[in-house]
């Protein structure tokens, strides 16, 4: 019996030992940062496609083909909306939530942005060559799960590019 029980001491021991050894390895073993994905979405000019009220609650809409990482595609497209949530006017701005999907190659694809941004309360859109960075809420198809930002830059007359850098 003595023995018995000697050897079932050395057995868990030794799993003890082994299980315990794993663990420090796990733990040693170095961290690798995978880079994020990057999608660079480019559209011309936009005005919305409607402006629903006035002030505060406002509703703006919009709906525009897009290029995506350099090619275009029939069906690739950008629409959404902004909603006015809160206006100061002593500082001129206002803050608008969004709503922004990206169709990208097929509807089943999507890329999905929300958030919030402050605006100029005089203009309908972000000054010229200034961005704004919102975070990516969703996405489907190829993009499921997504998450991360995107930068969205006013490029005046040139358009507007939107840059997603996607957690992997």
Avoid at 13 to 21: E, F
Avoid at 63 to 72: A, L, Q, R, Y
Avoid at 82 to 105: M, S
Avoid at 107 to 132: F, H, K, R, W
Wanted: with cysteine.
């Amino acid at each position: 019996m003595r023995i018995l029980r000697v050897l079932l001491t050395c057995v868990l021991a030794a799993a003890l030992l082994a299980t315990g050894a794993a663990t420090a390895a796990q733990a040693e073993a170095p961290v690798v940062k995978r880079k994020s994905t990057i999608v660079q979405v480019w559209h011309p000019v936009v005005t919305p496609t409607a402006v629903l009220g006035s002030g505060l609650g406002t509703v703006r809409t919009w709906f525009t083909p897009t290029t995506v990482d350099g090619k275009s595609a029939a069906g690739q497209f950008m629409t959404g909306t902004l909603t006015t949530v809160a206006i100061d006017e002593q500082a001129g701005t206002e803050w608008r939530t969004a709503n922004l999907v990206f169709v990208v190659g097929d509807e089943a694809n999507q890329l999905v942005i929300g958030g919030t941004s402050i605006y100029p309360s005089a203009g309908s859109t972000l000054a010229v060559d200034s961005s704004t960075i919102r975070p990516v809420i969703g996405g489907s198809g190829t993009y499921d799960g997504a998450r991360g930002y995107a930068v969205s830059t006013n490029l005046g007359a040139r358009g507007w590019s939107h840059v997603f850098h996607l957690k992997p």
